[in-house]
């Protein structure tokens, strides 16, 4: 499914509401996946996310990327 294709994954999901089998396969391996995990790991790479994610923002403030820069024209507000 492509990143970021909002009618892929709407078709994606009307398929799995439909097809009952690969909803339970996919609830299945989750289920695997979940138990297979430590869970102390997943939390520790969750933190660092956020601990980077902070100290990235914190770097913009300060110096923001050309693209986040704001100016007081209308246009400066589009994606």
């Known amino acids: 499914m492509p990143f970021r294709d909002a009618k892929a994954i709407a ?3 009307v398929e799995l509401l439909r097809d009952e089998p690969l909803r339970h396969s ?6 695997k ?3 297979d995990m430590v869970w102390s790991r997943v939390a520790q790479l969750y933190m660092k996310s956020f601990q980077q994610a902070r100290h990235d923002h914190s770097s913009w403030e300060e110096n923001p990327p050309p693209s986040r820069r704001s100016t007081n024209s209308p246009a400066s507000c589009r994606g």
């Not at 996919?26 to 289920?31: E, H, L, P």
């Open 11 to 13: 078709v994606a999901v």
């Open 26 to 31: 996919m609830r299945k391996n989750a289920y």
């Open 33 to 35: 996946l979940g138990r």
